[in-house]
C-alpha cells in the first residue's frame, strides 16, 4: 500500500483558491491512479478528481469540473481549487491504488489507501 500525507488545507472566503499537496510514499516503477475525496459533515465521502498514471488521463465529479484541477510531479499529487463555493467545505483525502488503465474511478470502494484528511472550509 502507498502512504500518503496531504497538506494545504485552510480557511478561505467564496470565490478565492487553494491548492492542496499530497505526498505519495511507496510508488514504484508500475502504474497507479491516484485522487482526491472529500467529506462533508454529516455526509459520506465523495470522490472529486482521480488521475491515471499510466497516461495521465483525469476525471473530475461534475460538481467541480471547470474549478479544480487535479495534476501530480513525481510523487506529489496537488488539487487546484478556484472559485470556492460553500459547499465545497469538507474534509479531503489523498487516495491511490495500484491500476494500470486508463480510466480512473471516483469511487471509495476502488481505492485501498488513504491519507488522513486536510479541512478545507469556505464561508459565504
Known amino acids: 500500500q502507498l502512504q500518503l500525507v496531504e497538506s494545504g488545507g485552510g480557511l478561505v472566503q467564496s470565490g478565492g483558491s487553494l491548492r492542496l499537496s499530497c505526498v505519495v510514499s511507496g510508488l514504484t516503477s508500475g502504474y497507479y491512479a491516484l485522487g482526491w475525496f472529500r467529506q462533508a459533515p454529516g455526509e459520506e465521502r465523495d470522490g472529486v478528481a482521480c488521475l491515471s498514471t499510466s497516461d495521465g488521463s483525469t476525471k473530475y465529479d461534475g460538481s467541480v469540473e471547470g474549478r479544480f484541477t487535479i495534476s501530480r510531479d513525481k510523487s506529489t499529487v496537488y488539487l487546484e481549487m478556484n472559485a470556492l463555493e460553500p459547499d465545497d467545505t469538507g474534509v479531503y483525502y489523498c487516495?491511490?491504488?495500484?491500476?494500470?488503465?486508463?480510466?480512473?474511478?471516483?469511487?471509495?470502494?476502488?481505492?485501498?489507501?488513504w491519507g488522513q484528511g486536510t479541512q478545507v472550509t469556505v464561508s459565504s
Open positions: 487516495v491511490g491504488t495500484t491500476y494500470s488503465g486508463n480510466t480512473c474511478w471516483l469511487s471509495s470502494a476502488w481505492f485501498d489507501s
